[in-house]
Nanobody, 122 residues
Framework: QLQLVESGGGLVQPGGSLRLSCAAS????????IAWFRQAPGKEREGVSC???????FYADSAKGRFTIVRDNAKSTVYVQMNNLKPEDTATYYC????????????????WGKGTLVTVSS
């Protein structure tokens, strides 16, 4: 069964850091680009970062300079390190997989995890 499972969310103060994990099972992670999306209450889901099959990385403007995405194919896991978190980063974070090119668009993603909640608040 193809599955993506996110973990690492939680409550953090502004300026703090979190590392989210996206663990894949049931398929070979090497063959997929993996993207992170987030959705805040009442807002549309938006792309945050993506890592291609060859480990090229892409970031939304809101994430540049603060987030770092890496992949560990041996562990079938993709991580996003989030630093200097802001209240506006509060959202449920989802990872998604696509066999073609990296994208920060919701449309076209083939598999989705169920999300992990990140709350940035003092």
């Amino acid at each position: 069964q193809l599955q993506l499972v996110e973990s690492g969310g939680g409550l953090v103060q502004p300026g703090g850091s979190l590392r989210l994990s996206c663990a894949a099972s049931g398929f070979t992670l090497d063959n997929y680009a993996i993207a992170w999306f987030r959705q805040a209450p009442g807002k549309e889901r938006e792309g945050v970062s993506c890592i291609s099959r060859s480990s090229n990385t892409f970031y939304a403007d809101s994430a540049k300079g603060r987030f770092t995405i890496v992949r560990d194919n041996a562990k079938s896991t993709v991580y996003v390190q989030m630093n200097n978190l802001k209240p506006e980063d509060t959202a449920t974070y989802y990872c998604a997989a696509v066999r073609t090119f990296c994208s920060l668009r919701v449309y076209g993603m083939e598999y989705w995890g169920k999300g992990t909640l990140v709350t940035v608040s003092s």
